[in-house]
């Protein structure tokens, strides 16, 4: 039974940083790609960064290319999203999602997702 707990989100100042957490269980995480997806009010979801375990291949999307990082322990089964030089425009619940192999930023290629964590920035 696939399993993602995200974590880290919170409250902070326009420039600071973040760091969000991915734990993931119930599937060969060495097989899988994990990306961040999030959803401000009354918008879409939308991919923001993925990795994909099996080559250590990661996308970003424009909006967050420079400013976020994502890495992976494969030991901790967890993906981690470095998010720094947030802007209020950031502000979203941020998910993390699951699915084999390949990174893709479409919503609907991904049958596990975490329950989500609220990031806010402010200006």
């Not at 991919?47 to 290319?65: E, L, M, P, Q, T």
């Amino acid at each position: 039974d696939v399993q993602l707990q995200a974590s880290g989100g919170g409250l902070v100042q326009a420039g600071g940083s973040l760091r969000l957490s991915c734990a993931a269980s119930g599937f060969t995480f060495d097989d899988y790609a994990i990306a961040w997806f999030r959803q401000a009010p009354g918008k879409e979801r939308e991919g923001v960064s993925c990795i994909s375990s099996r080559d250590g291949s990661k996308y970003w999307a424009d909006s967050v290319k420079g400013r976020f990082t994502i890495s992976s322990s494969n030991a901790k089964n967890t993906v981690y999203l470095q998010m720094n030089s947030l802007k209020p425009e950031d502000t979203a619940v941020y998910y993390c999602a699951a699915r084999p192999v390949k990174c893709y930023y479409n919503i609907y290629e991904y049958d596990s997702w975490g329950q989500g964590t609220q990031v806010t920035v402010s200006s």
